[in-house]
Nanobody, 122 residues
């Protein structure tokens, strides 16, 4: 069982940067691939970024070059650093965990956090 708690959301202006964190419980965090997803009002939850247990990363095209996912296995934490934020990045951001392998679909993940709101508005 893995419990995930996101933090770091907030209200920012277009062009700003923001960092999200996801703290995980459990002694085997290092064996999990971690993903970030987001869900805007009225839209499906979509893939943002993922990182494997060994540090390999994948990104959605819409965030490539602007967002960076990283992890600190010693702290049981995964991060999402977001730059050049735009209004279309406004969503609830969720972190998710999957045993070993990176997945790009939400149905591939077994554990989810409660989400943190990111709002980009002038």
């Amino acid at each position: 069982q893995v419990q995930l708690v996101e933090s770091g959301g907030g209200l920012v202006q277009p062009g700003d940067s923001l960092g999200l964190s996801c703290a995980a419980s459990g002694r085997t965090f290092g064996n999990y691939a971690m993903g970030w997803f987001r869900q805007a009002p009225g839209k499906e939850r979509e893939f943002v970024a993922a990182i494997s247990w060994s540090g390999g990363t994948s990104y959605a095209d819409s965030v490539k070059g602007r967002f960076t996912i990283s992890r600190d296995n010693a702290k049981n934490t995964v991060y999402l650093q977001m730059h050049s934020l735009q209004p279309e990045d406004t969503a609830v951001y969720y972190c998710a965990a999957r045993w070993l392998l990176v997945g790009l679909r939400k149905d591939q993940y077994d554990y989810w956090g409660q989400g943190t709101q990111v709002t980009v508005s002038s």
